[in-house]
């Protein structure tokens, strides 16, 4: 599962709009987008512990997303 089917997933469960995932995170809904179609692959720090505290998700599952999608 990748870092945008991740966020994708989170926000479809709660049934929130880009625009209210993005403004529960701190982000905008361009970047939120970015993130989930898979365009903007490489979040901070702290947008990570965002997303996390946000979407109620363990940070590992992000953190495995990012050492999979990682180039070889």
């Not at 990748?2 to 049934?15: C, F, H, V």
């Not at 947008?47 to 505290?53: D, F, G, M, Q, R």
Request: with cysteine; proline share 4%; glycine share 6%.
């Amino acid at each position: 599962m990748t870092l945008a089917d991740i966020l994708k997933k989170a926000r479809n469960e709660r049934g929130w709009s880009l625009q209210d995932a993005a403004f529960c995170i701190g982000t905008t809904k361009g970047h939120l987008h970015d993130m989930e179609s898979g365009k903007s692959t490489n979040p901070t720090l702290t947008l990570v512990a965002k997303i996390v505290v946000c979407y109620a998700i363990r940070p590992e599952q992000i953190i495995a997303t990012a050492i999979q999608e990682q180039p070889k």
